[in-house]
């Protein structure tokens, strides 16, 4: 097992979060309460290129009628954001936000995994109602992201 991989399940092993490990795969899954979903979350870990990446699974498979909609949604969202990214499957819907890091040193520490988390976290949880409002409720992908950046019209 890596430097990696082990530094990273002693923090969310402090923190009482259960996980589940692929370690053939250098994969570590967990799943997390956010204040408006529940998320599924799986860490790729790059130990020869000395990257982490978090993937946030959005609990939506994205209805094909909707995905060019979405697809104009995730673009604007992702214009303004200073790290990470949402990406759409546009074959099956699946919907997740990215975010990956090139780790200086040789292990993660408590800071360095809780930013990452914090940040995967806070971005899927501020714009998962403007995905549902596009998806769910019709609405222009301007209109839902102003109302979930500047507050409802």
Known sequence: M????SSLT???????L???????????????SGQNAFYNLC?????SHRLLQLFTLVPIVIPEGCR???????????????????????????????LGFLVDGDEL???MVSSFLGASLTYVDKYI?????????NELPSD?????????R
């Open 10 to 16: 002693s923090v969310l092993e402090k923190w009482g």
């Open 43 to 47: 860490f790729y870990i790059d130990e």
């Open 129 to 137: 109602s403007a995905i549902h409002g596009v998806v769910y409720a």
């Open 68 to 98: 060019p909609a979405i697809a104009e949604t995730i673009a604007r969202i992702n214009w303004g954001l200073p790290v990470g990214r949402f990406e759409m499957h546009h074959e099956d819907g699946e919907l997740r936000f990215q």
């Open 18 to 32: 259960p996980w589940q490990a692929d370690v053939d795969n250098r994969i570590v899954r967990l799943s997390i």
């Open 2 to 5: 890596s430097s990696f991989f």
């Open 109 to 111: 520490n408590t800071k």
């Open 144 to 152: 839902a992201i102003n109302a979930v950046e500047c507050g409802p």
